[in-house]
């Protein structure tokens, strides 16, 4: 078991890079933070390269079988490494999975075209877990998936089910290819989400928190439906849409 003692350390120099998403695409790693998000990687295989734990810090009896590197440091490197403002002492660094795939099965599929609030992205990740949806397909203009506010929000949906960076267009394309309907979200030339029955096999396309999806994917589509509003707020939050959406046309 490795010590680190000081913030100057070449090693907690390359570790703090990872903050940033330039040096996460360049690596192919992300760092995670706090017990449940490192519980969840720990229950795939061969996701956690490093273990950093604070060396004031006890870990679960279970983690320590051996089989991952495990590199004690002080409760300021902690401090340095981490995004949050209580750390909990426990990081750990993580292998990027899924990244360019063109190829997948399923029949269920949530598109996300230019949501750039971590927060909301984080949120419809983990809303399409627990919906059951088969795989989430990142669109650019979108928040990175690995940024450590989306991966908090997510709480460990990133380790149980695809989420793919992906060109929209593409993926519109090859859904239709398969036979599986792809909804656009719109006000415009849509109609009430209640009028769609729900299926077996369907796509979701949300969109930018102001300007919604792109209407060149929206021209795309087999349909694209709204959420009515029956008070006075002008629009439901995107991630808020999302849950109404994909817990209405997803088939039990």
Not at 13 to 20: A, R, S
């Amino acid at each position: 078991m490795k010590h680190i003692h000081s913030v100057k350390n070449p090693q907690i120099k390359e570790w703090k890079k990872l903050l940033t998403k330039k040096e996460r695409d360049k690596t192919g790693t992300f760092l995670i933070e706090g017990f449940h998000l490192v519980e969840e990687a720990l229950k795939q295989e061969d996701v956690i390269i490093q273990l950093i734990v604070n060396e004031e810090t006890e870990l679960p009896p279970a983690w320590n079988d051996g089989s991952i590197p495990v590199t004690l440091v002080t409760e300021e490197i902690i401090k340095t490494l981490s995004d949050t403002e209580t750390p909990q002492g426990v990081i750990a660094i993580c292998r990027q999975t899924r990244k360019d795939i063109t190829e997948i099965s399923g029949k269920t599929f949530l598109l996300i075209d230019a949501v750039q609030d971590p927060g909301n992205v984080g949120t419809i990740i983990r809303t399409a877990d627990a919906a059951g949806i088969d795989a989430v397909i990142v669109g650019q203009g979108s928040v990175d998936i690995y940024n450590p506010k989306v991966l908090r929000s997510a709480q460990g949906s990133h380790f149980h089910l695809p989420i793919i960076n992906g060109d929209l267009p593409f993926w519109l394309n090859k859904l239709a290819e398969n036979h599986i309907p792809v909804y656009g979200t719109s006000l415009e030339n849509g109609q009430v989400y209640t009028e769609t029955a729900p299926a077996e096999s369907f796509a979701l396309i949300v969109g930018n928190e102001g300007n919604g999806v792109n209407k060149q994917l929206l021209a795309q589509t087999a349909k694209n439906l709204y959420i009515p509003i029956f008070g006075k707020s002008e629009s439901l939050n995107v991630a808020v849409a999302t849950g109404i959406l994909l817990y209405y046309l997803k088939k039990s």
